[in-house]
């Protein structure tokens, strides 16, 4: 039941401060190598990171999950793909559409599995 009539607030500047963090770390990896792979693979270890974070302290819904993991992974991906992807010269226009909406769905997908394990288990009273 968790918290039946207390809705708790949202600590957003906490989430901004994992996404800065996963931010950095992207850009890092995009720098020093640029592929799209390892881009997509660090965003999704810092999603990893959160969610067995989420998962253990044992407050999140199924629903605060999402949004939490949805919007960490947005500050996560965003600097990197702004800086290293889009401005890439080897990519035309259809191979940068197909990878963000390749990415798009496959980040939407983790996502929904990471909020899946972080959510809070049924308690049976």
Known sequence: MGNLFLREKESWL????????????????????????FIVASAMAVLVI???????SKRYDFG???KICCYVLLLTVLPAFLVVV????????FDLI???AT???LSL???LLC???ARRPKQYY
């Not at 996404?19 to 799209?36: D, E, H, R, W």
């Open 50 to 56: 959160l969610t067995w974070w989420m998962q253990q």
């Open 64 to 66: 605060r999950a999402f």
């Open 14 to 37: 906490a989430w901004s401060f994992w996404g800065a963090i996963g931010a950095f770390i992207t850009l890092y990896v995009a720098m020093s190598t640029s592929k799209a792979h």
């Open 109 to 111: 997908f983790v996502c």
């Open 98 to 100: 197909f990878q963000s």
């Open 86 to 93: 889009v401005p890439s010269d080897d990519l035309n226009r």
């Open 103 to 105: 990415f798009l769905t």
């Open 115 to 117: 909020s899946w394990i």
